[in-house]
């Protein structure tokens, strides 16, 4: 791996996949090109996958410092685990290959609350080593302000 493709800023952004942040995080947060590397998902939600992203990002890619930047208004909020089953169904599509689907959808019920325990969980794990900054962040999409929360 080249030592270009390290971020400058030695810095991980873990995100939501929501469309409103497509580059306005970025401008929010003075994030250029080459200077993070940004791992996102629906609720920015700390699975298996992403801590393998960032065990990659911290031990290959010299990244010390880690933030979660979870919006108001995420969809994972409001999302309606029903209406995704039923929808499944109409499509021939089976919405019983996991035996909880709302559980593997990840269902949250605060955007604060899940950036806070989503910092836990990475500050926490075995595999992250203590020296890791890890940092907890709320983009409010209407005003662009972004609030730390832990
Ligand atoms: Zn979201």
Redesign the pocket.
Known sequence: MSDEAKPKKKLAIIT???SRLVNYLYEKLGIDRGDAKVIKN???IITDDVLRSLVVAIYLLDVNKIIIV??TD???KSVDVENIKNKMLERGANPYFTPNLGQWLGKINSEEENVIKGVELIKNHPAIPKDVDVRGFILDVETGELKQVC
Do not use: I, K, R, S
Request: include cysteine.
């Open positions: 939501c996949m929501d629906a609720g920015n979870g919006h995420c969809g994972m």
